[in-house]
């Protein structure tokens, strides 16, 4: 799978969007990006995935650039809820039985402030 | 909304011990993976399992690693002679025909002493 690049952190003030950015060069024609969060140690929670088309649903917004080698997830109004490890991570999706393996990077930590 | 189970949520043992850590994924899911989480470290893969076997392993799951599913809805990891380094959360995640988004549980949080 690809390799992701993210900032280390970032801060939001509480009701702004979030954009969390994701560099992906060496993505592949059949790798999707999937955005999963983590808030403090829970298990890690599936936000949004997309393979060339901007996606949303009722988390998030996922805007994927023309030539694929970068995205933005966007959280159009952060909680303080929101505070978590946002991890973006490329793989092959549907590539056939148990292969649903995901390589965690260190993500961004997103800090939603009052 | 589905969600995927763990018990316990923590488990303290002996070095040397056996420990299994159980899991119930989701009801109508086919595929189910462990993970674990050192403190302060990446989530990292340990194993996927379908279809009654390993599908995929990583190199931390060695010959000490187990996985069964014994019956219709546990899902199981047992470590045979705990470690120190053991010490970490296990996550427990399953997915559905279409394999395309993964969910997990909350977690078991493994203290080897």
């Known amino acids: 799978d690809a390799k992701t690049t993210q900032p280390t952190s970032m801060d939001c003030a509480e009701g702004r969007a979030a954009n969390l950015p994701c560099n992906h060069s060496?993505?592949?024609?059949?790798?999707?990006v999937y955005w999963y969060r983590q808030i403090h140690s829970q298990g890690p929670q599936y936000i949004i995935h997309g393979l060339k088309n901007n996606e949303t649903n009722e988390m998030a917004s996922l805007i994927i650039t023309e030539d694929r080698k970068s995205s933005t997830l966007i959280l159009p109004h952060a909680t303080l809820r929101d505070t978590a490890v946002y991890y973006c991570i490329v793989r092959v999706a549907g590539s056939g039985a148990g292969s649903y393996q995901l390589t965690f990077g260190k993500g961004t930590k997103l800090s939603v402030i009052p | 909304e589905p969600e995927v189970t763990q018990t316990p949520s923590h488990q303290v043992t002996q070095m040397g011990q056996e420990v299994i850590l159980r899991c119930v994924p989701i009801s109508n899911h086919l595929y189910f993976y462990w993970y674990r989480q050192i403190l302060g470290q990446k989530v990292e893969f340990l194993v996927s399992f379908y279809n009654n076997e390993i599908s995929e392993k990583s190199e931390i799951f060695d010959d000490q690693f187990s996985v069964e599913r014994p019956d219709g809805s546990n899902f199981t990891l047992k470590i045979r002679s705990t470690k120190l380094e053991d010490s970490a959360m296990y996550f427990c995640?399953?997915?559905?025909?279409?394999?395309?988004?993964?969910?997990f549980g909350q977690g078991t949080r493994l203290t080897v002493v």
């Open positions: 995640a399953s997915t559905g025909q279409a394999n395309t988004e993964a969910f």
């Open positions: 060496t993505i592949s024609g059949n790798e999707y």
